[in-house]
C-alpha cells in the first residue's frame, strides 16, 4: 500500500543504534525525516549517511529528527558508524533502524514492486530501490516523498532545502515557488482574495491574477 502527502505516517517499533524506537513517540513534536538504504557497507550510503552526520546542526536548527533504515542489524550498524564517521569527519549519532525483518520498509512502501530478498547471499543489487526519504510533520503526517535508484546519490542540500519548504508553508496560505530558498518571496494562496492578501502580508506583488507573490515572514 502506497504512502500519499498526508497520510499518516505509520507507526513502528524497531530496535536501533539507540535502542527500541516507537516512532511516533519519539518524534514527539518535531519534523522528521526517514531515509532508507539498501545496506550497510555500500559505497554510495557511505557517502550519504555522512553528509546527514554532517547536516546534524542543521536538522537541530530546524527541529528536526533523522532516522535512517536499513536492511542490516543493529550490530552491523555499529560497526559501519565507524566507517561513516571516519569518511565524514562527523558521528553518525542518528539512530539507524534494525529492519531485517522488513518491517518498516514494506509499512513505508519502500520495497520494489516485485521485490526478492534472499535472507543469505543479499547483494545491495537485490534491494536497489529501498532508497526512500519521507518528511514527516509534528502531526505524524506525511509531508514529502522521495525515491532514488540505487545508483544516484541524494542531494541533502535539496532535502534541507524542501523541508524549510514544507515548515515555511505549514499552516500558512502560501507555497513556494520553483527553485525557493529562505530569504526569497512565497506564493500567496488563491484562497485568499488580494485584500485579504495585503491585510495578511503587506504588500504583495501581483504578476498574474493567480500568480502573486508576499515577503517571508521567516
Same mark, same amino acid.
Given at each position: 500500500m502506497s504512502i500519499r502527502i498526508n497520510d499518516t505516517a505509520p507507526d513502528?517499533? $524497531?530496535? *536501533?543504534?539507540? /535502542?527500541?524506537? !516507537?516512532?511516533?513517540?519519539?518524534? @514527539?513534536? *518535531?519534523?522528521g525525516i526517514i531515509f532508507s538504504h539498501p545496506r550497510d557497507f555500500t559505497p +554510495?550510503?557511505?557517502?550519504?549517511? @555522512?553528509?546527514? $552526520?554532517?547536516?546534524?546542526?542543521e536538522f537541530a536548527k530546524r527541529g528536526t529528527k533523522v532516522i535512517g533504515v536499513s536492511v542490516d542489524s543493529v550490530e552491523e550498524h555499529q560497526k559501519w558508524k565507524r566507517d561513516i564517521e571516519a569518511?565524514? @569527519?562527523a558521528p553518525a549519532d542518528f539512530p539507524i533502524i534494525d529492519d531485517t525483518s522488513l518491517t518498516v520498509s514494506k509499512a513505508y512502501d519502500m520495497l520494489p514492486a516485485d521485490y526478492y530478498l534472499p535472507g543469505? /547471499? !543479499?547483494?545491495?543489487? %537485490?534491494? $536497489?530501490?529501498?532508497?526512500?526519504?519521507?518528511?514527516? @510533520?509534528p502531526?505524524?503526517?506525511?509531508?514529502?516523498? &522521495? *525515491?532514488?535508484? &540505487? *545508483?544516484? /546519490?541524494?542531494?541533502?542540500a535539496e532535502i534541507l532545502r524542501a523541508l524549510d519548504a514544507v515548515r515555511a508553508t505549514d499552516g500558512v496560505p502560501v507555497a513556494t515557488?520553483? %527553485?525557493? +530558498?529562505?530569504?526569497q518571496d512565497v506564493i500567496v494562496a488563491l484562497s485568499l482574495n488580494d485584500e485579504q492578501a495585503k491585510e495578511k502580508f503587506g504588500q504583495i506583488d501581483i504578476r498574474?491574477?493567480?500568480?502573486?507573490?508576499? !515577503?517571508? $515572514? /521567516?
Open positions: 513502528f517499533t $524497531a530496535d *536501533s543504534t539507540a /535502542g527500541t524506537i !516507537r516512532f511516533h513517540e519519539w518524534l @514527539g513534536d *518535531s519534523y +554510495v550510503c557511505t557517502t550519504e549517511f @555522512g553528509a546527514v $552526520a554532517q547536516l546534524a546542526g569518511f565524514s @569527519g543469505e /547471499g !543479499r547483494t545491495p543489487a %537485490n534491494t $536497489a530501490t529501498v532508497r526512500t526519504v519521507y518528511i514527516v @510533520g502531526d505524524k503526517k506525511v509531508r514529502l516523498t &522521495m *525515491s532514488y535508484p &540505487m *545508483s544516484v /546519490g541524494r542531494n541533502f515557488p520553483a %527553485n525557493w +530558498v529562505p530569504g498574474l491574477p493567480y500568480l502573486r507573490f508576499a !515577503r517571508h $515572514a /521567516g
